[in-house]
Nanobody, 122 residues
């Protein structure tokens, strides 16, 4: 079992930056594929970024490539999402997720956090 707690959301102006954190608890949390998803009001949840357990491979949605960076610190069981050049369309609840035994291309995750709100004003 893995528990995930996100933090770092807030209100920021367009062009600004935020860094989200996801603290994972559980004995083998550092071996999981980790991802970030987001859900805007009235829209379906969508994939944002993922990182393998080693941190050596990452994947991004086209909409955030070049602006967002996912990273992890396994010693701290924490995953980060650095978000730069934020746009109003990035406004959403951002969720951290963990997957066991899945490849980087998978969007099937086993554990989810409660989410953190990110609001980008124009």
């Amino acid at each position: 079992q893995v528990q995930l707690v996100e933090s770092g959301g807030g209100l920021v102006q367009a062009g600004g930056s935020l860094r989200l954190s996801c603290a994972a608890s559980g004995r083998t949390a550092s071996t999981y594929l980790m991802g970030w998803f987001r859900q805007a009001p009235g829209k379906e949840r969508e994939f944002v970024a993922a990182i393998t357990w080693s941190g050596s491979n990452t994947r991004y949605a086209d909409s955030v490539k070049g602006r967002f960076t996912i990273s992890r610190d396994n010693a701290k069981n924490t995953v980060y999402l650095q978000m730069n050049s934020l746009k109003p369309e990035d406004t959403a609840v951002y969720y951290c997720a963990a997957a066991r035994g899945r490849g980087l291309s998978s969007n099937a995750y086993d554990y989810w956090g409660q989410g953190t709100q990110v609001t980008v004003s124009s």
